[in-house]
């Protein structure tokens, strides 16, 4: 716990908060504005959750992960086709790191981009997202919104004969993708509901993207991987579905309104968006932009 007196009530004000922090009341909001401090706004006034404040501080003083007031113009997470060509046809000038919804998370927890991508299912209640988000970042400011629904399944090379469920590959060679990923996970939980055992199936190198695992398949370095219906399209390779996923982007609530993330934003609800989504196989953007989830 914090070394902090903390007032015995649910939420602070700005003079409680900069007392409790010994600092000037325009320093909070100055914090409050850059979206480093939990706050909320109730009638146009700024209210500080003391349970949120608690943990932001810990965080904190144990060297944790206190975003700081600018965030680098960089989407993180998983890498999704859809999301890679927008943010290049939009010009926003966003530059992007997907390596995974986990690492993408971790790296947003600690400020080292405006958004990231992720398609986390929770193993326990199948809900996706949102569980996720709530443990790792409920104490900063952002919001999750919903970015697509995407058909993911076997993707795998002629000759290998008909494959229609997770069973099926036992004797093939998987392209994996990273340990963190959202895809390994989903990989690995559905698999356990399947009754298989991930260690028992042979596998190539690992990938790192989308478009990487299904070429390690086109290339023959692998049979089958666990991948887009998008992404087989664009290989000419063969589907089959397993499940119905949801993606989407947790976005820092500063970032969302400065002129880059707009800019992306503004080309997401073009026709050109939609088209793409719509002649691209397996992807569903009518609830692009949807609010599922807010600090």
Known sequence: MTDFDFPDHAYLTVPELADLLRLKERKIYDLAASGEVPCSRATGKLLFPAEEIRAWLDRAKSGGTAPPAERPQILLGSHDP????AVRQSRSGLASYFDGSMDGLERFAGGDGIATGLHLRDSKTGQW???AVQRSVA???ATLVHFASRQRGLVYRDGVGDLSSLRDIQKLRLAPRQPGSGTDQL?????????????????????????????????????????LEAVAQSYGLRFAPIVQEEFALLVDRKAWFEPAFQSFLAFCRTDAFAQRADTTKGYDVSRFGIVLWNA
Do not use: C, H, K
């Open 82 to 85: 859809l999301l890679d060509w």
């Open 129 to 131: 997202n949102i569980p």
């Open 139 to 141: 104490s900063q400011n």
């Open 187 to 227: 990989f690995r939980d559905l698999a356990e509901q399947a009754d298989l055992d991930p260690s028992t199936i042979p596998t190539a190198d690992i990938a790192r993207s989308e478009d990487e695992a299904v070429e390690a398949v086109r290339r023959g370095d692998a049979d089958v991987t666990f991948g």
